[in-house]
């Protein structure tokens, strides 16, 4: 889909397996079962939603999926897919991963951050070795010395190579990256959680990671478990949904499976979102 003179693709990096409970939190599970049917394991299907930005003669990646780097326990506990479907799924656009200029991570979990660096000879390189990552500083700050309660979703070996090979751009609140391209804070999952505004042409597009994973978590109280800050989500998805739905913009959801990017429109006093093909 054309923004003006930018154009975005979504990448499709792949399904993975996470528990539906902690995806939905609160939610009781007669309510959130009925939106996203679990397995006998009680886990709901997720995909590793990113997207591929050309802007100013750049290429642009935001998220870079789960990555290549699992053991078979790990393989087993979230389901990841044998070989690298964000790798293929990038050069089904004919873009080579020394052609991207730019990675956007929104945070540095595991599922947004995997593909960064990748394995060669045993050794571990960026993926992208011409790229500048652009991060939180806050974020990167915060990956290196996680809490208790979310390491497990923090993996060294995601970014210390991007830090070895001095390819971070590390910023410090909202900015423009490119013309046309800025990094916002959305705070809640974390503190250092960024989203991706897009725009162009007269339309903006917004990639907002896990503050709203699934479509199914338009309602402001359905907030995944994982969040270090529920209450900050909260009232981050407040903010961020009225200015959508305001706006007219597309907004693209880090988890869903079936429906990465949509409009949001109010109907009946609820939220609710309609399908938007950017590949078209």
Known sequence: MHFGDLEVRHIHGGTFWLDGGSMFGVVPKPLWEKKMAPDDRNRIPLAANSLLVRAAGKNILVETGNGTKWDAKLRNIYGFAEGDPYGDALAKTGVKPEEIDVVINTHLHFDHAG????????????????????????????????????????????????????????????????????????PGHNLQMQGVQIKGGGKTLMMVADLIPTRHHLPLPWIIAYDLYPLTTLETKRKWIGEIVRNGWMVVFGHDPDWPAGTLHEQNGKVVSEPVDLDN
Not at 124 to 134: C, D, G, I, R
Not at 157 to 168: N, R
Not at 172 to 186: M, N, Q, T, W
């Open 115 to 186: 593909g960064n660096t990748r394995l060669v000879d045993g050794r571990l390189v960026p993926t992208f070795p011409n790229a500048k990552y652009v991060v939180q500083r806050t974020e990167l700050e915060h990956a290196m010395r996680p809490t208790e309660r979310d390491r497990a979703s923090y993996y060294a070996h995601d970014f210390i190579a991007v830090t070895e090979a001095g390819q971070w751009q590390l910023v410090d609140g909202d900015c423009e990256i490119l013309p046309g391209v800025s990094v916002v804070r959305i």
